[in-house]
């Protein structure tokens, strides 16, 4: 049986009174929730938090699934709109790229001259840079770096969640991996 | 082929073209050392991106989301065999105690009698003296909400429906005015 149809039988059986069948989502899930909405966050505690919260949230929604849907890219579809609606109440607009980030796109084409940024550094210390500049890009942009890389979720995936094109998420992914790749010589 | 964009390299380090794209790409990165440095950058960057240390899960994450999802409820039988286990365990102690003290158990119950009835007889008089003011209250209470209501059926009768209407505002505000300056010269004397 396929993933795609393991949780589709998972969410039939949790309808059904199930207990453990919601089990196994959870353990499912939890780690790759965690992953985003803590990278999203920041804090590991807030995340912990969140995490449980999503969870709950779609245990009350189980009723709406539309099986033509993977349950994975709705589960994450609730959590984003989730983290969104915290930064509404908390009034941080982090989540409209505004025009200065429209006028700040990084280059489309290989420059002549363009200096090997990344070969610098070792690996461990790569990935703590790409850590750092995580957390300043712009978080729309953030949201679909981790679900493409930490995640590993397809562009289709990433597209289905978002409800927005294929070519939309491809872009805004490129856009997230020049400004990291950007930021990387940032010493903080 | 021209060379690659960016976004093209990135799409071709994640196999996101078609076998005959890939083909066409190679052939152009073994000849341009531009193309082929930009790309080794990327991956690079993607290979370390995609091994970034995942956050963990404390181990009991899954119990404590279940655990708010379907909180544990205590059904009657439940509290009825802790209620039960509480009164045996009582007597038991009663029972201990009085093996291993060697008292008397009927000389117990005696002075226990005893003490509730000195508690009855000492009580008595002061709740006699309650239970007089409190219907002399009630009494005062009922004559003075007889008198609000001939007071409200005279005004009634008397004044024209607007003014009665500026009456009853003004009493409000009134009373409310005054409520709201005890209540904060009570809240002064708290500070003081």
Redesign the interface.
Known sequence: MSSVDEDKELVERTIKGE?EA??MI??KY??PL??YI?RMVGE?EL??DF??EV??RT?SSLHFYKPQYKFGTWLFKIASNFIIDYWRKKKIDAFSLDQQQANNL?????S?E?P????KFE?SE??ER??RALEKIPAPLREV?VWR??N?FS?EEIAEIKGLPVGTI??R??QA??L??KL?EDKK | MKCLSIEQIYLYIEKEFSAAQNKKIEQHLATCLKCKKALEDRRLLLQAAESLPLWQTPPDFTQQVMARIFPAKVSLSAWLTAASAGFVSIILAIFIFFLVTGQNISGLLASLNQALWYFVRNISPISVKLLKLASLFVKLLQQFSEYLIKGFTLLTTIISPEVQIIVITITIILVASSVYGIRKKLLVGEKA
């Open positions: 207990k919601f089990e959870i353990r939890q780690q965690l992953n803590g590991r995340a912990l995490t449980q969870f709950i245990y990084p280059p489309l084409q290989v002549d363009e090997s940024i990344v070969k690996t790569l990935r790409i850590e770096f890389h930490v590993e562009y491809k872009n992914v490129f991996k020049e990291i790749r990387l």
